[in-house]
């Protein structure tokens, strides 16, 4: 009786072992695997994050600001060594979905809030782009048949 005893211990441990045997090589093969998945996403970049404040200086006292939102970016002439604030731009802001070095978006100017400004652009829609070698977002400013391309730096 005691030997059959330890012969069903015995049996029962051994198919316990093989079944956490088992059990651990699929923990291992489910840690191997997403192991993987988390060094292939900290391979892939995320997408650049644009929202804040962006400026571009010139030496002359007027500079352009930017204030980038959720789904808007408005960008101000600074004038009169900051004293004076005229609306430039005020459109749409489309975010980037997913990670690139280049990145354009075609912004449409909010008429409401733009077209009583006396400085504010009358274009309908304005092409800006991201360069992540730059670290700057760029567009262009006509002024007087004068055209600029201006590059926005973030500021802290």
């Not at 200086?57 to 600074?78: S, Y």
């Not at 604030?85 to 008429?111: H, L, N, Q």
């Not at 567009?139 to 590059?151: D, E, L, P, R």
């Amino acid at each position: 009786m005691k030997k059959k005893l330890i012969a069903l211990v015995l049996i029962g441990s051994m198919a316990l072992s093989f079944t956490a045997c088992g059990n651990s090589s699929d923990s291992s093969k489910e840690a191997n695997e997403s192991s993987k998945k988390t060094e292939a996403s900290a391979e892939t970049p995320n997408p650049v994050v644009l929202t804040g404040k962006w400026e571009y200086k010139d030496d002359d006292g007027t500079w352009m600001q930017a204030d980038i939102t959720e789904d808007t970016i408005t960008i101000n002439w600074i004038m009169d060594e900051g004293n004076t604030t005229a609306v430039y731009w005020v459109g749409t802001y489309t975010a980037p979905t997913e990670y690139s070095e280049e990145y354009t978006w075609t912004s449409i100017r909010d008429k409401e809030a733009t077209d009583s400004a006396l400085l504010a652009s009358l274009d309908d829609t304005k092409e800006f782009s991201y360069s992540d070698s730059s670290k700057q977002i760029t567009y262009q400013v006509t002024v007087s048949g004068i055209t600029k391309t201006i590059a926005l730096s973030e500021t802290d």
